[in-house]
């Protein structure tokens, strides 16, 4: 009985993933496009994303990359996937490190910064930190930073001062590396800080509205003429869903066999990878 239920469920979970897919904007005026294991994975771009942003491009959609990177401003991921051989503009690129920034500058505060060493520069570059009377918390993804000792010094800032914020960069729960296996990502270490002092972290990425919102002022479109790619189904894909965009997974990056169909919004269509996500935003065009 429990076997039978189980099969039936599943097909109609399937049924209703095939339901979405066949669901399409009438007009697609501009992509978010998320880049870290959508495009790239370590330090080389995946087969077939040159060639397919080449074609995007050429096209009459607009895109935006949007990054979750705690590591990299626009200019620097753009420097980054230049040398990737993908052709991409400073001005059309923003990420989760440059947001914190601009929200810290926006409220005045003084953070201590729980940053990897070139971001950390680039972050305190025309601001003056007053690190002794600190008033937040900065976090982001460095593997070297996030230890025991650093993320109890960050507990112990917040909960010497009950005004004091923790802003994090994202709350990924994990992130695809080079020997393509997957790596914890800054989620874990945001929850522990938030468990340990009661307080709820200002999160400046994805999944946060606000991000979404950043890229189509970008792009100039309206979320029901927008499309988001990425290979997170939770905080790209029905992150964006949720806010009316519609939702594109691509199989690469951190996606795992069954994502689509588990996620607790399906796709509105499930890729193979970039490539075939293009054929699928320029099929009308």
Same mark, same amino acid.
């Given at each position: ?50 060639? &397919? ?7 009459? +959609?607009? +895109? ?28 059309? +690129? ?80 994990? %992130? ?20 340990? !002092? ?22 100039? !479109?309206?979320?029901?003429?927008? +499309? ?14 949720? %806010? ?7 199989? !690469? ?9 588990? &996620? ?10 970039? &490539? ?10």
């Amino acid at each position: 009985m429990g076997s039978s239920s189980t099969v039936r469920n599943q097909a109609q979970v399937a049924d209703r993933v095939a339901h979405r897919a066949q669901r399409r904007p009438k007009c697609i005026r501009g992509v978010l496009l998320d880049v870290a294991g959508t495009l790239y994975v370590g330090n080389e771009a995946l087969p077939g994303v040159s060639d &397919a942003l080449r074609r995007l491009r050429a096209s009459d +959609v607009g +895109v935006v990359f949007a990054s979750n990177s705690s590591k990299e401003s626009s200019s620097s991921l753009a420097n980054k996937l230049r040398r990737m051989g993908l052709h991409v503009e400073s001005k059309g +690129v923003y990420t989760a490190l440059e947001v914190a920034k601009r929200y810290v500058q926006e409220k005045e505060l003084h953070p201590r910064l729980f940053l990897q060493r070139q971001a950390k520069q680039w972050f305190e570059e025309g601001m003056e930190l007053q690190h002794v009377d600190a008033n937040a918390v900065v976090l982001g993804l460095d593997e070297e930073m996030l230890s025991y000792p650093s993320i109890n010094q960050a507990f112990r800032i917040l909960q010497r001062n009950p005004e004091a914020e923790l802003i994090a960069t994202s709350r990924s729960k994990y %992130l695809k590396v080079e020997d393509g296996g997957l790596d914890v990502g800054l989620g874990a270490y945001v929850a522990a800080l938030e468990f340990s !002092t009661g307080k709820t972290a200002h999160v400046v990425g994805k999944p946060e509205a606000s991000f979404f919102e950043q890229g189509m002022k970008m792009l100039g !479109t309206l979320a029901e003429e927008t +499309v988001v790619v990425g290979d997170d189904v939770h905080d790209d894909v029905n992150a964006g869903q949720h %806010l009316g965009l519609c939702g594109l997974l691509v199989k !690469t990056g951190k996606y795992r066999p069954g994502d689509e169909i588990n &996620a607790a919004t399906p796709p509105d269509a499930t890729v193979q990878d970039f &490539a075939a996500a293009v054929d699928w935003i320029l099929e009308d065009r």
